[in-house]
């Protein structure tokens, strides 16, 4: 028998998953205090019914909009707000931008020091020095799986760059994932996200980091993700909402507690430099990947697996998986990189500099730049 080397998980203190539990929302929340802050997307109108019913509860509740990936303004901006409020607890009500917003203001609310003390890569990258404030997550996008992970990110448009703060501390009180929340999600969003999550399950899987808990994990939601997601981009399924919101979930978990690789690695830079979704980035970026990583890969046994998946899924051959999956995400209208505004002349310092991210050290092998620019020129 093969050793099991040994490993570590972390998981959100509870996780409530299924439609109809968003409505147990606004009782767990006010239980947490009587004051919080609700971050939201930029419709205000799509947080109202929390909103109304966690004042109908007796809380006190300070309301924050998030109507773009957040960045270091943003983040300072909301943080004086929430600080000058004097909150028990933060709830945040959207998708992954958001969610990373009210999981910042959780962890920086009660801390003594500034922003600058605990981002990574321009800041001291330490970790928090008091415990965050209760947060609870609910996801209205099938993405990103930021319900169930430790970090952060923050946008730093100075430097073209994006990072994270980071502290295990910082997972969710409580993670409610209801599908429900997901359903009518407009077709560009959810295939962005789509792709984002397909992509968090598949790298953690062909992960040099891969552990028994992430492969079990995120193996059985491959095949059906890509299924459901297919079906998503003909018509509107509530059994496929839920199968993505599944996906996603588990995603955030992998990349919580394993590896992820060049998707991840290459998007995290390219989002600093570029006006483009995450999720559009990973979703371009998934099929090169691939391919790159089946004709590298020292074992590229995990990585063929999943080139069989793509081809069951959406036909054609296994050896020309990732092109297929590639071609299927343009003529669902995802856009090339160049057309989300990564200028060509770019690829050479994208790629260099994603060399030194910690995504790219849980790639099965360590790409060289060239190797990276192909994949760029390939997506765009």
């Known amino acids: 028998m093969t050793p099991i080397a040994p490993f570590a ?4 203190a509870r996780t409530a998953f299924g439609r109809g539990e968003a409505q147990k929302a606004p009782a767990a929340i006010r239980a947490l205090g009587p004051r919080g802050v609700l971050v939201h997307g930029a419709n205000p109108d799509r947080a109202a019914w929390l909103l109304q019913a966690l004042r109908a509860e007796g809380a006190e509740v300070l309301p924050i909009a998030c109507g773009a990936e957040p960045t270091l303004p943003m983040l300072e901006e909301a943080l004086a707000r929430a600080k000058a409020f004097g909150a028990d607890w933060v ?31 321009v800041g001291r990258g330490l970790p928090l020095a008091a415990a965050p404030l209760p947060y609870v997550a609910l996801p209205t996008t099938a993405g990103t799986g930021a319900e169930a992970t430790r970090n952060a990110v923050i946008g730093l448009p100075e430097h073209g760059r994006k990072v994270s703060i980071r502290d295990e501390r910082m997972l969710p009180r409580l993670a409610i994932v209801d599908p429900a929340l997901t359903d009518h999600c407009p077709r560009a969003v959810t295939l962005a996200s789509g792709l984002d999550a397909l992509a968090q399950v598949i790298e953690p899987y062909v992960s040099c980091k891969a552990t028994p808990f992430t492969d079990a994990l995120v193996r059985p939601v491959i095949a059906p993700g890509l299924r459901a997601l297919k079906r998503l981009m003909d018509a509107e399924d509530a059994q496929a909402r839920d199968t993505m919101a599944w996906v996603s979930l588990c995603g955030g978990i992998a990349l919580a507690n394993g590896g992820l690789g060049a998707v991840h690695g290459l998007a995290g830079v390219i989002g600093g430099v570029a006006p483009a979704a995450h999720g559009a980035i ?26 069989r998946e793509i ?25 090339g990189l160049q057309a989300q505004g990564l200028d060509p002349a770019r690829h050479q310092a994208v790629a260099e500099a994603s060399l030194a991210s910690s995504s790219m050290k849980g790639n099965p092998f360590a790409p060289s730049a060239a190797q990276l620019c192909e994949v760029l020129r390939k997506a765009g």
């Open 9 to 12: 998980f972390a998981l959100p």
């Open 91 to 121: 709830a945040g009500l959207g998708g992954g931008a958001v969610l990373d917003l009210g999981k910042a203001l959780a962890g920086l609310i009660p801390a003594p020091g500034g922003i600058m003390d605990h981002l990574e890569v």
């Open 282 to 307: 990973c979703g371009v970026l998934l099929g090169p990947v691939l391919a790159m990583n089946r004709d590298h890969a020292p074992d590229p046994v995990r990585v063929e697996d999943i080139c």
């Open 311 to 335: 081809a069951a899924g959406f036909g054609g051959a296994a050896a020309d998986a990732p092109q297929t999956l590639a071609d299927w995400a343009r003529a669902a209208g995802l856009p």
